[in-house]
């Protein structure tokens, strides 16, 4: 039995996704230098990587957010709310729908390798 679920997500939530993880990520870091508390260097250089992740998190929401700002503002025709587009081809953030601000691509089957750029390759 196939899900219905699409397996894209929208390129912004996907990196929003990855910044909460980074910050995940150095926390349990931190945490395993708990273990290691009785070398003081292993406890900091876990402390300091789990530093990293989360100055990489916060670099990397600083980022995306800069991106959203550029993003194009589109209303869904699915679920009509209103949702922010990278490239030529993206995913609705609410719904999933695949969209597209490129006339060509109107119709065909959503694929992300649209937003590599191609010149003499027609997909």
């Not at 006339?103 to 010149?119: A, H, P």
Request: glycine letters at 6%.
């Amino acid at each position: 039995m196939k899900s219905n679920k699409k397996p894209y997500k929208s390129k912004i939530n996907k990196i929003r996704t990855f910044a909460l993880s980074l910050i995940f990520i150095g926390f349990i870091i931190m945490y395993g230098a708990i273990i290691f508390r009785e070398h003081k260097w292993l406890v900091v250089i876990f402390m300091t990587l789990g530093v990293l992740c989360i100055v990489g998190s916060t670099m990397v929401y600083a980022w995306i957010g800069f991106l959203s700002t550029q993003a194009v503002l589109v209303e869904c025709p699915n679920c009509h709310k209103h949702t922010k587009v990278l490239g030529r081809v993206d995913m609705c953030m609410f719904c999933s729908e695949p969209l597209t601000l490129d006339k060509s691509l109107e119709g065909k089957e959503f694929n992300q390798d649209y937003n590599k750029n191609l010149e003499h390759k027609e997909l």
